[in-house]
DNA sequence: GTCTATATTTCGATAGAC
DNA sequence: GTCTATCGAAATATAGAC
């Protein structure tokens, strides 16, 4: 608390003002942090356009967006492990104002999506589920464990950013390549 | 340090008498999680198997053994990320007793069995880094945003257990078919 | 609303008996 | 090696002036 004061150049008394205890104020920074985890993710999922462009805008939006603030990945999942409680307010954060519907809004168009061009010979089958999980964890795993890649890989903060940038070009080919029949 | 003393059926001077401070005992707590992480994955990657093989190995080695250890992930990745001089000793455990020449021991052998195969025409070209990030993307970030998929999915530990389940027969032909030409 | 000053609690480290 | 008892520091919460 003394830090957080001093880094927002006020003291400890005035955040006790506002947030009473310490756990009000890291519920409050975790709602802000994910209420912009997915930004616009969810809103291109359940969109209306090609299912291979959802996927390059996705990749696109979402590794510009975490380039700027490459730390969110790591302290979300760091906040919900530590924290198994804060998982309510993740999926209220992610959902905007319906909450509970979140799930059907997604998957409801992406198993549509899918079901067509499985159908139509031009798609191997897979889960929803499984779409969503491998999409994400391309995205954002080498944010969350940037830290531990840049040491594997032996990369500066430069050589990070040029990963990622490769990443955008390379994901959406590899992504969708994977699911050629 | 009260509450790993009481869990280990201690009191807290017996955790200063072996490990003198809380960094110490953090140290060494690091250290032993990080010489697990990938237990074979190296010895797989860096060993004389197909590279088709290799994957599949890869796959089942690694969710079998995070499936014990769910917690790994998140553990290791919050650890280096709120303290980066963890990234040192991560690199050294995960190398064993040789510790610098670890990225050309799992990087050599791997573009070579790329190269071959690209000019084969039978894989398309991808970087070494590329293939390792990935693999490593699509194995470990389940485990380590556990907590966020199980609230987004509305799974149980049963449902996770399920999901990884299922990944373990669909990663490998999900990865390698993102490599067919 | 914002501050200074202080009370209260928690935690890491240590002393010393056995 | 393992314990009980306690010190000292740090952090959180609170009181009260402005």
Redesign the pocket.
């Known amino acids: 608390?003394?830090e957080i004061a001093r880094e927002a150049g006020?003291?400890?008394?005035?955040l006790?003002?506002y947030f009473?205890?310490?756990?009000h104020l890291a519920q409050a920074a975790f709602a802000r942090a994910a209420a912009q985890l997915m930004p616009g993710v969810i809103a291109v999922l359940a969109g209306a356009a090609r299912l291979e462009d959802k996927v390059a805008q996705i990749v696109a939006l979402e590794l510009d967006h975490l380039s700027r603030a490459p730390y969110l990945p790591g302290y979300i999942i760091g906040e919900v492990t530590h924290r198994p409680e804060r998982a309510r307010d993740l999926i209220a954060a992610m959902a905007g104002q319906r909450a509970e519907d979140i799930r059907p809004r997604i998957f409801g168009p992406l198993k549509a999506d899918i079901d067509a061009r499985v159908a139509a010979g031009t798609m191997r089958p897979i889960a929803p589920q499984s779409f969503m999980v491998n999409l994400m964890a391309l995205c954002i795993f080498p944010f969350a464990a940037r830290p531990m890649l840049m040491a594997m890989l032996g990369l500066d903060a430069g050589g990070f950013a040029q990963l990622i940038a490769r990443r955008r070009d390379e994901l959406p080919a590899f992504f969708l390549g994977a699911l050629r029949p």
């Not at 006020?10 to 005035?14: E, F, R």
């Open positions: 608390m003394q006020v003291n400890q008394a005035l006790h003002y009473r205890t310490k756990e």
